[in-house]
């Protein structure tokens, strides 16, 4: 069911002020926790909290919908957080690998071309940069220019596999680059869109507990079960 109340309450979620959501201050699945435990904590006290003024549709019947939203949409996130984090781990793991294939490529081209200043010139101009996306795009570029000069390339009986190798590392390692840096955790829409789900579901946890309290504020027995037993410890 949370991704039919996912998708009840999407539109709901898109439209919450900017300024009025918060980022949880506690795990996410203890706090779902606490709010499932919370609907079902109120059903004996119906009366009592509808007598205190409590919304009852809007806060009460609506919690599991909430709830579920909220579950749905942390899973969403989780999904994309682990998601990003593996290809930061594979990219640190093929990045060195690729970095000395495109070296050693580099030093085909200067030693093949070393008599045709025209073409140390391109390699030249194809070495000069840093960084990562540099060593993607010379991946690129030296297939390339290699695939232009084949004759050059011929006469030195130089492995022509290697060009085609190098365009296809460069588009795999461009796809994983992005992946792993493209979009930033904490700017993440599958990250926002927790958050206000996280926003949406407190909204109606706190004005429960909040009336269950006052409510309550003189019965023990009952006021337990409208606090966080999370921030109590």
Request: negative net charge.
């Given at each position: 069911?949370?991704?039919?109340?996912?998708?009840?309450?999407?539109a709901?979620?898109?439209?919450?002020?900017?300024e009025?959501?918060?980022a949880?201050?506690?795990?996410?699945?203890?706090?779902?926790?606490?709010?499932?435990?919370?609907y079902?904590w109120?059903?004996?006290?119906?009366?009592?909290?509808?007598?205190?003024?409590?919304?009852?549709?809007?806060?009460?019947?609506?919690?599991?919908?909430?709830?579920?939203a909220?579950?749905?949409?942390?899973?969403?996130?989780?999904?994309e957080r682990?998601?990003?984090?593996?290809?930061?781990?594979v990219?640190k793991?093929?990045s060195?690998k690729?970095?000395?294939?495109?070296?050693?490529l580099?030093?085909d081209?200067r030693?093949t071309?070393?008599?045709?200043?025209d073409?140390?010139?391109?390699v030249?101009?194809?070495?000069?940069?840093?960084?990562?996306?540099?060593?993607i795009?010379?991946?690129?570029?030296i297939?390339?220019?290699?695939k232009?000069?084949?004759p050059?390339?011929?006469?030195?009986?130089?492995?022509?596999?290697?060009?085609?190798?190098?365009a296809?590392?460069s588009?795999?390692?461009?796809?994983?680059l992005?992946?792993?840096?493209g979009?930033?955790?904490?700017?993440?829409?599958?990250?926002?869109?927790?958050?206000?789900?996280?926003?949406?579901?407190k909204?109606?946890?706190?004005?429960?507990?909040?009336?269950?309290k006052?409510?309550?504020?003189?019965?023990p027995?009952?006021?337990?079960g409208?606090?966080?037993?999370?921030?109590?410890?």
């Open positions: 069911m949370s991704k039919e109340n996912y998708d009840v309450k999407l709901v979620l898109e439209t919450l002020p900017q009025e959501i918060k949880p201050t506690l795990p996410v699945d203890v706090f779902i926790q606490e709010a499932e435990n919370l079902v109120t059903e004996e006290d119906k009366e009592i909290l509808l007598a205190k003024g409590l919304d009852w549709k809007m806060f009460v019947e609506d919690l599991p919908i909430r709830t579920g909220c579950r749905y949409a942390q899973a969403m996130w989780m999904k682990y998601s990003q984090e593996e290809a930061s781990k990219w793991e093929k060195p690729a970095y000395e294939f495109r070296n050693d580099l030093a081209l030693f071309f070393r008599k045709r200043p073409l140390i010139t391109r030249r101009a194809i070495a000069d940069g840093e960084g990562d996306a540099d060593m795009q010379d991946l690129m570029d297939s390339v220019l290699g232009a000069n084949v050059e390339l011929e006469k030195k009986k130089y492995d022509l596999r290697n060009l085609e190798l190098a296809q590392k588009d795999t390692l461009a796809e994983l992005a992946k792993a840096n979009t930033t955790l904490d700017n993440s829409k599958a990250k926002e869109i927790r958050d206000r789900a996280f926003t949406h579901l909204e109606a946890v706190d004005e429960v507990r909040d009336t269950g006052y409510a309550f504020r003189k019965d027995e009952r006021y337990k409208y606090i966080s037993q999370y921030k109590r410890r």
